[in-house]
């Protein structure tokens, strides 16, 4: 009752602001439908929304008047003493709005992942805003609704997570117009939470080290580590053009000069910002800027709830639904669907794996595979959809991914008896089991100061409140609830194994550091699903095939909304490879495709 209560109230308040808009215009004076600070501070509708009360659905205006007002993100982040610093994180400089709302209670963004306690200063206490339903039933009902408007691009990228930005601006750098739709209130997809690196095989940086690498090499560790249920052509694909793919990055300005091994790989392939810092924020804040230097057409608040078709298999555009300004088309020549996986949608992980239903995933809130289904609706073939990848170690209870480059920085893994019990740097799959083949289903990632020292991210989750430290190897024993003396045993063993370069327990290949003080820390980790590895099917020159076996016309597709690379499991670091090689790819001939139609 109470709630329906508020909800009319809600809409009343709704009703008289749009009221109120009209009859006093933009500049009114009148606050009383305003949340929090505006409306302590009688902010007028001219402060916030400019000239016109219209709102466009990336809130252009909105986000310029709240920066005009409260300051740019790096004046805020001065202003806030905690570690926790909303305006300081690894989402970069999105929109204000994302968090901030005028008419309601804001909500830091944050907290669709984490759960910080942290308080938005004077925004408001009225009922929280609804617009976060984003597993959206996508094309549902679209169909019989007409578009209120219809524009023409060359070029629409559905999704703008890592994938979509390497498509938009290599299409766009090719001479085509370019629209690219993110449905969230900000861009960067799983991309953006990448904490490891990127893959690729004879790289400048692994020459300049001394170090000999082989795509063929890279090939054959990713089929093996597939369970050689990969398409052995995408494989090729993805392994001797991941070099070109670091230059590519490179040249917009990224850094991977550090490097790392990841599991199931016998060489430090996985390329990433000098310190070990996390790859996806800096990559995303790159793509971004590369945008922007570009004007490259990025739209969010902007979902994609129709790929538009002749039929036969040619893609003509889309319907969008934007979140302002409602449903409307765009022509396209071309379609890039680089909308993501859906190890988020608690819903379609539990149809393909009833096990995995309920379990944390890493993923951002948007991972919720519509791009799948509006490929399928238009005749898309897909494969391997029940391949859900279970990571080894997210933190505890948390959606907090501890990156694998934590283990290969030299950590090991330990269970509840102080013990190690598999070889840290085996694939993914095969640690996951090992733990969850424990009684407790959780684990300890065990590790020294070098190992540290060696990894900026091990500070991150310090900062995060999910690393104990201690003084000693019992002491640490002892806050994590094992055994002294056969945690203290099992770290004098693997310090041997260091020092003989031998691992006579679990054959661990690489142990770069050992677990030495003076000080000692652990984090408890348990599996989480992680990537989704099925997705719509493609060829090698990332063209969408459809159900007869036949590429669509127009259509591409690249990223985790694809199946066929990874085969049943993915490697660490692959994912960063598969959206720069198959996104260029993907870009590259949709803007071929674009001018040979002309
Ligand atoms: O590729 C990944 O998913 C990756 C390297 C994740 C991680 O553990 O850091």
């Avoid at 070099?243 to 016998?266: E, I, N, Q, Y």
Wanted: with cysteine.
């Amino acid at each position: 009752m109470r709630n329906k209560r508020t909800i009319l109230a809600l809409m009343m308040s709704a009703v008289l602001l749009v009221a109120a808009s009209l009859a006093w215009g933009a500049d009114s004076s009148k606050s009383a439908f305003l949340s929090g600070v505006h409306k302590k501070n009688n902010v007028t509708c001219a402060d916030c929304h400019g000239k016109s009360i219209a709102v466009d659905d990336n809130e252009t205006a909105l986000n310029k008047n709240c920066k005009g007002c409260h300051g740019g993100f790096a004046d805020l982040a001065a202003k806030t003493k905690e570690h926790i610093n909303p305006h300081n994180s690894h989402l970069g400089e999105t929109n204000c709005t994302a968090c901030h709302k005028g008419h309601v209670a804001s909500k830091a963004y944050c907290n669709y992942c984490h759960s910080f306690a942290m308080k938005i200063p004077a925004m408001g206490t009225e009922k929280e805003s609804s617009d976060k339903k984003w597993v959206q039933e996508s094309s549902k009902g679209a169909k019989d609704q007409k578009s209120a408007r219809t524009e023409s691009a060359d070029v629409v990228v559905i999704g703008a997570g890592g994938s979509g930005y390497v498509a938009s601006i290599t299409a766009h750098d090719a001479g085509a117009k370019v629209i690219l739709l993110e449905k969230m209130p900000i861009t960067g997809g799983n991309s953006m939470l990448a904490a490891g690196g990127i893959n690729a095989a004879r790289t400048r940086y692994q020459e300049r080290l001394g170090m000999h690498d082989d795509p063929a090499e890279m090939v054959k560790e990713t089929m093996k580590g597939g369970r050689d249920k990969n398409d052995p052509e995408l494989v090729k694909v993805l392994a001797y053009k991941s070099a070109d793919a670091v230059d590519f990055l490179v040249s917009l300005g990224a850094d991977m000069t550090d490097l790392v091994r990841s599991g199931g790989v016998a060489v430090d392939r996985t390329h990433r910002p000098v310190g070990g810092a996390a790859v996806g924020p800096h990559l995303i804040k790159v793509y971004r800027e590369n945008a922007a230097k570009r004007n490259l057409d990025v739209r969010v608040n902007s979902e994609v709830v129709q790929i538009l078709s002749d039929g036969n298999g040619r893609v003509t555009g889309v319907q969008v639904r934007g979140k302002h300004s409602g449903l409307y088309t765009i022509k396209a020549k071309a379609v890039i669907d680089t909308a993501g996986g859906f190890a988020a949608n608690n819903e379609l992980v539990g149809f393909y794996k009833p096990q995995f239903k309920e379990t944390a995933s890493s993923n951002q809130p948007g991972a919720t595979g519509e791009g799948v289904a509006l490929a399928q609706k238009i005749g898309a073939n897909v494969i391997d959809m029940e391949q859900i990848q279970i990571h080894p170690t997210m933190g505890g209870e948390t959606k907090v991914l501890i990156s694998e480059t934590v283990r290969g920085s030299g950590a090991i893994l330990v269970n509840h008896a102080g013990k190690r019990f598999v070889n840290e740097l085996t694939t993914r799959d095969k640690a996951s089991a090992a733990i969850l083949a424990q009684p407790e289903k959780s684990a300890f990632l065990v590790l020294g100061e070098d190992i540290r020292k060696s990894n900026v991210q091990i500070d991150g989750y310090i900062v995060l409140g999910l690393v104990q430290q201690a003084d000693s190897v019992a002491e640490l024993a002892a806050k994590m609830g094992v055994p002294a003396d056969a945690l203290t045993a099992t770290v004098e063993n693997y310090n041997k194994a260091f020092a003989a370069k031998k691992d006579p327990e679990f054959q661990r290949q690489d142990i770069p550091r050992p677990v030495n003080g003076p000080k000692y820390y652990s984090i408890w980790v348990k599996p989480g699903r992680h990537h989704t590895m099925g997705g719509v099917k493609i060829n090698t020159e990332a063209q969408v095939i459809g159900k007869d076996g036949k590429a669509m016309t127009g259509f591409y597709a690249a990223g985790e909304v694809t199946g066929g690379v990874h085969g049943w499991n993915r490697l660490g670091g692959n994912a960063i490879t598969d959206t720069v090689v198959f996104g260029r790819i993907a870009g590259a001939n949709a803007a071929r495709f674009v001018k040979d139609a002309k």
